[in-house]
């Protein structure tokens, strides 16, 4: 999954050498937000290519807006982390990229925002910057997942490759990979890339958590005979265990001819199949609903006050809703997510040829699932992922997940409610 910048809050002790620590060369350092200045301050995370996209997102508002200015703060690692110490100091940016997984636990320290539903190409994309009722960030890029199939593996298995826009059913898939699946040790190769639970659990119809996140539910009847569907597929050798991958890069698999679906592809993944000639490829939905959708938005500080916040509302309105700013989310055969405005989501889809079908990603985006935002989401999941890693056939365990699961889902919302 791509959520590797969702780290637990910082402590005061990194106050005064997280900042500086994360910040690339050419940036600056986040800075008050208080002032008649019309320049205001971005804190945001990524690669080298997701931190071009944001750049070229305040160049392009600076030239939109002549004497408005952008400093970029590009934190490279750690990026909740050290957003959390500059908050906790005062010293955080004027405006700050968030995830919808993480809103929860910033919507203190950001400012309330208007956000018109309207204006995206489905309602899911600007609830996904609500807590509690209200919105706290405007969003501005969306990382739906599609799947990747290797249609020469389909043709030479004989089996039909599945529709363009249509998903498989989760039994479909399950006996589709297992018609793909040969071969011994090293050689074998798998109908389908390791299963990750919680993007199946969605497609299957469940979730971690209950619409009001009072509740942990993975270990209800959808999470278990989820989790008893990804077993299974292990067990019958159609999708490698995480022991078998472990250490290694999937894509690179994929790459081989050792897997016949890679199931966990988001925008960011483009690049690296751009490079990939042999086998063919192509992308289709993912089975069933279709995996969870990140949706990363901008909050602006809550202290910001005069020109300053002018500015930053102009500046994350720019970077939501203008074409100029959403076509930016692309640069050369990298996506740092796909737009989420109409007139801006073919880009996406001109980065490569039509035969790859990276339309996959628009219909995805259409019917993309966000779940509730937590504001202890981090630690909850990284619990719940520890036990279910360490106990059951999920990870390197043996336990029944019939056992294991319900008890730890009642552990997570004993923490979720205290």
Known sequence: MKLSHRLLPATAALLLTGL????????????????????????????????????????????????????????????EQKLQTSIA??????????????????????????????KYVQPNISS????????????????????????????????PLPSATTPLSLDEFKTIAAKLSHGDGKARVFGSSNLWYRGWLTAAGGGYYNADATQCTFGDQTGVSTAQYVVGMQKDRSAPTSLDIEGQDQAQWFAAGRLATFSD??????????????????????????????????GIAKNATGKQLETAKKFVEFASTQQVAQDQLIQGNTALGVPIIEASTPTLEKVLPADRNLAAFTTALKSGIVGVSVAKEAQLSGDADKGMTSYTPLGSGKDDVAKILPELAAKCTQALTQ
């Open 20 to 79: 500086a620590a994360g910040c690339a060369t050419g940036s600056q350092p986040a800075s008050n937000t208080s002032g008649d200045s019309a320049t205001i301050t971005f804190s945001f995370w990524g690669t080298n290519s997701e931190a071009a996209s944001l750049k070229a997102i305040a160049a392009a508002f600076e030239q939109a807006n002549p004497g408005s200015k952008v400093t970029t703060n590009w934190i490279q690692s750690d990026y």
């Open 89 to 118: 100091a005062g010293t955080q940016s004027t405006v700050m990229e968030i995830s919808n997984t993480s809103l929860a636990g910033f919507a203190p320290s950001f400012a309330e925002q208007t956000v018109d539903p309207g």
């Open 128 to 159: 996904a910057m609500q807590f509690q009722g209200k919105y706290y960030a405007m969003p501005f890029a969306a990382k739906p997942k599609v799947m990747a199939i290797n249609t020469d593996a389909f043709k030479a298995a004989g089996v």
């Open 265 to 298: 592809f988001g925008p960011w993944t483009v690049a690296d199949f751009a490079k990939i000639s042999k086998p063919n490829w192509s992308l289709v939905p993912v089975p069933g609903k279709g995996f969870p959708m990140e949706v990363d938005g901008l």
